[in-house]
């Protein structure tokens, strides 16, 4: 029986490795090459936080592309924000989703003066200056900010794609823009019993990509090693997120894209 199983996952993992073949669509996806600054070009010990205006500023100086995420708030205005509640950065304890843009707004980031950026304001920022990777955080609207989203970016004339962990996120904007670059993010869940055996090697390994068709990869850099062959046909593969020296030599000539924080380039 044992025997069984292991046949039926290693014949669903290269069933997925098969439907995972890149699909670039005619993209020029070229821009997405190089290094990219992780939430802006932060440095928490210098009293830059993540996802602020002045980290946003050092990667548009240093021409670094950015990768960020959009939240939305209860009054349905999207911001420049990762965790799903305000605690770590607001010092305020509840969720993104049940405060207003003005309640946000009303604390800075972390130990700064800054102020959380709404989206509009975040592009109007870097103004086509850099490459954009914007990450759509899950909520319980998800339709909803892809929608918001899609409408903003519809107006925006810069470089940029979308992904999302969350492959319904990423559908949406295959059904619904699909000349906007999207791209699937993937990391090991396998060892996560929140979620059936079944989501979790679907998950882990690309396996919606028949539903979504992502552009590019964007993997956590330690579960990359299984996406590396997509490059040879020409698929895109960025890496998440490098935190020291070491990794960044390893990964300097196996990805394409290399997200970033606190790591000399």
Known sequence: MEGLTAIIIIS??????????????????SWMKGYCAHRG??????????????????????????EMDIRITKDEQLIVFHDGDGKRM???????ENLTLEEVR???????LDKVLTFREFLDMVSGNVGLIIEIKATSKNERVC????????????????????????RWFAKNRKHFIRGQLLENILGDKRYSWIVRILQTFNGFAFL????????EYQHARFFRWIRMFGGILSVWTIRDQKSMD????????????NVKI
């Open 12 to 29: 669903i993992i290269m069933l997925i490795l098969i439907i995972s073949f890149p699909h670039r669509e005619g993209k020029d996806l």
């Open 41 to 66: 070009l932060h440095n928490k010990e210098m009293g830059v936080e993540e996802n602020s205006p002045i980290a946003f500023q050092l990667a548009i100086d240093a021409g670094l592309n950015i």
């Open 90 to 96: 607001l010092n305020i304890d509840e969720n993104i």
């Open 106 to 112: 009303f604390a800075t980031i972390g130990n700064s």
């Open 147 to 170: 929608q918001l989203c899609a409408e903003i970016l519809d107006e925006y004339s810069g470089d940029f794609s979308i992904c999302s962990f969350r492959p319904e996120i990423v």
């Open 212 to 219: 979504v068709k992502p552009n590019f990869l964007s993997v």
């Open 250 to 261: 390893k990964f300097r000539h196996k990805a394409d894209a290399i997200i970033f924080e």
